[in-house]
T-cell receptor, first 113, second 116 residues
Framework: GNSVTQMEGPVTLSEEAFLTINCTYT??????LFWYVQYPGEGLQLLLK?????DKGSNKGFEATYRKETTSFHLEKGSVQVSDSAVYFC????????????FGSGTRLSIRP | GAVVSQHPSRVICKSGTSVKIECRSL??????MFWYRQFPKKSLMLMAT?????????EQGVEKDKFLINHASLTLSTLTVTSAHPEDSSFYIC????????????FGPGTRLTVT
């Protein structure tokens, strides 16, 4: 079945460091791919998405490229801030109506000042 | 942007009692809403899909008599945990899919349930 695997956390970085959180997926067909962020005590927010191969999603300095050949959707940011501390979830939706989203296990990110 | 609220944000109940959690889409209509459960330091697991005017669709392994879902209007879905037990303690999150933008889901802030 469809699944999402993302790197185990926690990840701790210093402010202004480069961030990569790896995510790979298994799916039939052509899923849409997402990154969600969960700040402490809050619900999930959509960070970025890509709906087809080679698409790049971007938001708030974060980027991820839909790589069909490697079945990956790694999240990157060139210079992290303390306010980026949160839990990040990679996810996929395996149909065009987004009726079922499958989440990865989440990666907790902590940024030191 | 689209806002989804949940009430209450936290609830503590005694074992054997029932507790109701509300999920509301504040500025859009949502025929379809989803209920997730999140265990500590774990990912979200879809429990059920809630459809206005019809019965909810439950994922495999989720007891429909235990987790009652009612989608009474286009902006409100409720999850009732019946005869709660300590193992039901968890973080419950809902999401709503806008009727006008069916390719999106917007998530509520979650409800922390503790059963003593």
């Amino acid at each position: 079945g469809n699944s999402v695997t993302q790197m185990e956390g926690p990840v701790t970085l210093s402010e202004e460091a480069f961030l990569t959180i790896n995510c790979t997926y298994t799916a039939t067909g052509y899923p849409s791919l997402f990154w969600y962020v969960q700040y402490p005590g809050e619900g999930l927010q959509l960070l970025l998405k890509a709906t087809k191969a080679d698409d790049k999603g971007s938001n708030k300095g974060f980027e991820a490229t839909y790589r069909k050949e490697t079945t990956s959707f790694h999240l990157e940011k060139g210079s992290v801030q303390v306010s980026d501390s949160a839990v990040y979830f990679c996810a996929l939706s395996d149909d065009s109506s987004a009726s079922k989203i499958i989440f990865g296990s989440g990666t907790r990110l902590s940024i030191r000042p | 942007g689209a806002v989804v609220s949940q009430h209450p944000s936290r609830v503590i109940c005694k074992s054997g009692t029932s507790v109701k959690i509300e999920c509301r889409s504040l500025d859009f209509q949502a025929t379809t809403m989803f209920w997730y459960r999140q265990f500590p330091k774990k990912s979200l697991m879809l429990m059920a899909t809630s459809n206005e005017g019809s019965k909810a669709t439950y994922e495999q392994g989720v007891e429909k008599d235990k987790f009652l879902i009612n989608h009474a209007s286009l902006t409100l879905s409720t999850l009732t945990v019946t005869s709660a037990h300590p193992e039901d303690s968890s973080f419950y999150i809902c999401s709503a899919r806008p009727d006008l933008f069916p390719y999106e889901q917007y998530f509520g802030p979650g409800t922390r349930l503790t059963v003593t």
